[in-house]
């Protein structure tokens, strides 16, 4: 049984950092890419960051480019967010994904196999 399970949430001021975790287990890790998707209240889920199986190569959304950054450690199962120089408009909770997609479908969650149970992330203005 697939799981994966987020951690690191909470509350942080404008301008703060957080550092999400997300630990798998149940799957191959290292063939999976990892991704990382975001809901605010009354929105749709959108797409934050993906890391790639092979090779590693991250990519990022727009609205948080330059102030998060995806990394994973394939021996611990474990994909992480660092989020920095946080913004109110960042709050949401936070999700994790796997799946073996093409490049052009990354930032597609239907194309994510698996998912995490979420984390809320609360930036105060």
């Known amino acids: 049984q697939v799981q994966l399970v987020e951690s690191g949430g909470g509350l942080v001021h404008t301008g703060g950092s957080l550092r999400l975790s997300c630990e798998a287990s149940g799957l191959t890790f290292n063939t999976y890419n990892m991704g990382w998707f975001r809901q605010a209240p009354g929105k749709e889920r959108e797409f934050v960051a993906v890391i790639r199986r092979y090779g590693g190569g991250t990519y990022y959304a727009d609205s948080v480019k330059g102030r998060f950054t995806i990394s994973r450690e394939n021996a611990k199962s474990t994909v992480y967010l660092q989020m920095n120089s946080l913004k109110p408009e960042d709050t949401a909770l936070y999700y994790c994904?796997?799946?073996?997609?093409?490049?052009?479908?990354?930032?597609?969650?239907?194309?994510?196999?698996?998912w995490g149970q979420g984390t809320q992330v609360t930036v105060s203005s």
């Open positions: 994904a796997a799946g073996m997609q093409v490049l052009s479908a990354v930032a597609d969650s239907s194309s994510y196999r698996h």
